[in-house]
């Protein structure tokens, strides 16, 4: 399940994505960089379900 992260600017005006946890207390924050490339190197699960597929269907 996707995690919900909210936005917020530094004080040097970075943009940053925050992850709070079930009692509302800062999980994990991350400038939008970061993040955004992990959130391109991730596959979905229909991605990689495909990928194996392929990979299967070659051998």
């Given at each position: ?7 917020h ?7 940053l ?27 979905s ?15």
């Open positions: 399940m996707p995690v919900k992260r909210t936005t600017r530094s004080s040097k005006g970075t943009k994505y925050a992850v709070r946890d079930s009692k509302g207390r800062f999980k994990d924050i991350q400038t939008y960089k970061r993040a955004h490339a992990m959130d391109i190197k991730r596959a699960k229909p991605e990689a379900a495909a990928k194996a597929k392929k990979i299967k269907k070659g051998k």
